[in-house]
């Protein structure tokens, strides 16, 4: 994909080819000592190894097979490659449909909460809780650039290009940048779909599962303060004074509705090939969040962002992708996007797919309504009582009525009775107003 310094090729360079067949080759150099045991072991039986031109030999067996090991060794290095190679052709494909750009934002900003759903299982989309507005929120460590990232889709959605950015980004590595949980409705005009910033993942795991948990069960609020149980007081003094006007105002508490995980493709990089504890820990920390049950929307995992690309190469930047799909357990091609510090056809185009995919499952995992607890009409005690007393002066009237009619033994069938008592006067309008009450 393009950025500043790197443009989208047209088709897959012969610098990318030597880079994927240098990575390979490290694979290969990194396998256990029984896989080249074996493989040396079985040309000496006679085993012969066609090259298929890209690295990989086409093993054809004379006798005896490898091991188990070593054939699963040689499974994932081949998926490893198809996946690099697929990544790499997906930036061509950028290029191309970058020329109907127009026609994916048109896409985008037509859309409205549930008009996406897939009608399934005999449901219409009346059978769904439908929100007025699907709510994406952004979740990743600190420095991933989820407050540009949320600038960068602002912009490609809005017509006034030379509006100030909406979020602010840190500059410096000091303090974890956003505190608060920011909503931004994209585009602003609109209350079709908002993203949501918000604070940095924490170095310790268990403050992320109990905030991810919070957000994804509970919903999030504009302006709510996310404050951590390892908090300096100093800090949380600091956030409660920044927070004294916006205790007097309430806003709209909204369920997630999916969620986008930011990385930062340079830190990954780094834990790819350090061997530091440090370094590495970057990794582990994504995983581990990523993991977290809340969220997921059933099978449907998080969708992934990666940024800061264009300060790499092609190379590098599908290595990543490559590497994190292995990570996290999805598709590096389909389901992590690769953006850009950029404004060109291809990052728009990107952002637009990013959307897209994130609507779609959106919309795919609406909740359904609630038929039992839904409108059941609550019914005040005093109307209870009145229906009791009322009853009541019914039955007695009507005991007495019956006690003051002449039982006279022959009487005519047409004898006129005594004169009734009078009616009770029952106000049956207020009655049933207090019911339904």
């Known amino acids: 994909m393009g950025g500043d310094t790197i443009t989208p090729p047209t088709s897959i360079s012969e610098e990318d080819s030597s880079s994927l067949e240098q990575e390979l080759s490290n694979s290969a150099s990194q396998a256990p000592t029984f ?28 006798g005896n097979g490898f091991s188990s090991a070593a054939l699963d060794f040689e499974a994932s290095r081949r998926r490893r490659h198809n996946a690099y190679r697929e990544v790499l052709q997906s930036y061509d494909e950028l290029q191309i449909r970058s020329e109907n750009l127009k026609e994916a934002k048109s896409k985008i900003l037509s859309y409205t ?41 602002s912009k490609v959605f809005e017509e006034d290009k030379f509006a100030s950015e909406r979020a602010q980004v840190s500059y410096s590595s000091v303090g974890d940048g956003t505190y608060f949980l ?27 599962d109990e905030i991810l948990k919070l957000w994804m069960t509970k919903g999030v609020r504009h302006g709510d303060p996310v404050i951590r149980n390892s908090d300096s007081p100093s800090l949380r003094t600091s956030m409660k004074s920044k927070d004294r006007w916006n205790r007097f105002l ?16 340079i830190s990954v990089l780094k834990s790819m090939d350090s061997n530091d504890d440090s370094e590495t820990k970057y990794s582990q920390t994504l995983a581990r969040a990523f993991s977290c049950p809340y969220v997921s929307f059933k099978d449907d995992k998080p969708v992934v962002v990666v940024t800061h690309g264009d300060l790499l190469s ?16 999805i598709p590096p091609a389909k389901q992590i996007f690769d953006i850009a510090e950029s404004c060109d056809p291809v990052t728009e185009l990107t952002i637009t797919d990013m959307l897209c995919f994130c609507l779609e499952h959106a919309d795919k995992n609406l909740p359904r309504k609630s038929w039992i607890t839904k409108k059941v009409p609550t019914v ?20 007495v009525h019956h006690a003051h009619i002449p039982h006279v033994k022959g009487a ?14 029952i106000n049956w309008h207020k009655i049933r107003h207090l019911w339904l009450e």
């Open 35 to 62: 896989f080249r045991d074996d493989m040396s072991m079985k040309f000496e039986h006679g085993t012969m190894i066609e090259n298929d031109g890209m690295g990989f030999g086409e093993v054809n067996e004379v």
């Open 113 to 153: 909460p549930g008009a996406w759903m897939e009608k399934v299982g005999g449901m219409q989309l009346t059978d769904y809780d439908v929100p007025t507005t699907t709510s994406l929120i952004l979740i990743g460590p600190k420095g991933s650039g989820k407050s540009s990232l949320v600038n960068r889709i």
């Open 182 to 208: 920011q909503e931004y409705m994209i585009p602003k005009s609109s209350t079709s779909f908002c993203l949501y910033d918000t604070r940095s993942l924490s170095d310790d795991p268990s403050n992320n």
């Open 250 to 265: 309430s806003s709209e508490i909204r369920m997630v509705n999916f969620v986008i995980f930011v990385v930062n493709g």
């Open 314 to 329: 092609l190379s590098d930047r599908a290595r990543i992708r490559v590497h994190l799909g292995e990570l996290l357990g």
């Open 380 to 399: 005040p005690l005093s109307a209870y009582i009145l229906l009791l007393i009322t009853l009541g002066i019914v039955i007695i009237s009507a005991y």
């Open 412 to 425: 005519k069938p047409h004898a006129k009775l005594p004169k009734a008592s009078p009616k009770l006067d």
